[in-house]
């Protein structure tokens, strides 16, 4: 890569200007942006002006590109030397730019370079004719053509150190040239026999049509497994609501009684029967439950649990036999019992019991 200094002060013109017609073309692409952002113009009127004055871009250009942008001239002067589609120098009436890039070096860039080389001279430099100047450059993007040149605006590519010297004597000659490959490939087509993508079936839309069938199927398990997610979430959710609002419990709350269904002495007697078994214990008179049949609100105190019912007092006044007083509890208006006072420790105590074990802490009582 060539250094990318200005020409010399020999080579410099006095002064540039646009040119009316480009000077509203100047305008115009400055319109694009939005106000403050002219700056971002600076490309294309450099570019415009490298076409103006012949190929190339002086000093004079570059600055007056910076003041209509009202950028530092600095500023113009990095974008101009850091992008070699700007030739700093006087070019020749063709303008070869040829890649070096990997790819292009190895598919013969190399020898590209030395005919340019053994013809034209270093690069930087005009031919004696003026014909011709030449730069290496980075990568043009036309890589599936390595190896290739740019001749001012156009691309020559698929190039042999031959078939780019007959271009160049055309091109001298002012005869007709072909642009792009010079070995008939169109576009970026194999370049040889093909070798890849040759399943009709890539071109045919039947891989198409796999593929989407493919999705649909995965679409339809998709949908059968939301399904059945969704089913196990009711279900879940259910039971969640079943737990959250549990049935009564209690028949009057609002729970079905269900019908007896076992046969039980008390259920009989009850409904007036007979025992079913009169030789059992209906007929010990000290085992067999002797059950009234009951009426009125006590009857809704009866269980449901079919099981023999003897109602027991539960009051003194109804009978509920009462237990000797013991124990030292002083009933009321009683003398207190005597305290046995202090002991001397010889007293008998319960076995595994300490006198200073308090009992467990708790807060109340420590
Ligand atoms: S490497 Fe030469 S065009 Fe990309």
Known sequence: MANRRLAPASE???????????????????????????????????????????????????????????MPHIRVLEVATFYTMFALEPVGRYWIQVCGTVPCDVCGARD?????????GPSGHVDPDGNFSWLEVECLGACCNAPMVQINQDYYEDLTPESLGTLMDDLAAGRPVR???????????????????????????????????????????????????????EAAGSAQ???????????????????????????????????????????????????EPKTGPEERGTPQSGRSYTKTPSKPEEGRPVAETKGSTPESGAEPIASPGKTDGTQAKPVGVDPADKGPPGPIGR
């Open 112 to 120: 590209l370079k030395k005919i340019l080389h053994d013809r034209l």
């Open 12 to 70: 410099q013109p006095e002064s540039f200007a646009f040119t009316p017609e480009n000077a509203d073309w100047a305008e115009g692409q400055i319109a694009k942006y939005p106000e403050g952002r002219q700056a971002s113009a600076v490309i294309p009127l450099l570019w415009k002006a490298q076409e103006q004055h012949g190929g190339w871009l002086p000093q004079k250009a570059i600055e007056a590109v910076a003041d209509q942008l009202g």
């Open 179 to 233: 642009k792009g490959s010079q070995t008939g490939r169109i576009s970026s087509e194999p370049k040889d026999a093909v070798t890849t993508l040759k399943d009709e079936t890539l071109f045919d839309g039947s891989r198409v049509g796999a593929w989407r069938k493919r999705f649909e199927e995965q679409d339809r398990k998709d949908g059968d497994a939301g399904n059945e997610a969704k089913a196990k979430a």
């Open 241 to 291: 609501a079943a737990a959250a609002d549990p049935k009564p419990a209690r028949p009057d709350a609002g729970r079905p009684i269900e019908s007896g269904s076992v046969d039980t002495p008390a259920q009989r007697a009850a409904g007036g029967q007979e025992p079913a078994n009169p030789q059992g214990d209906a007929g010990r008179g000290d085992r067999a439950t002797v059950v």
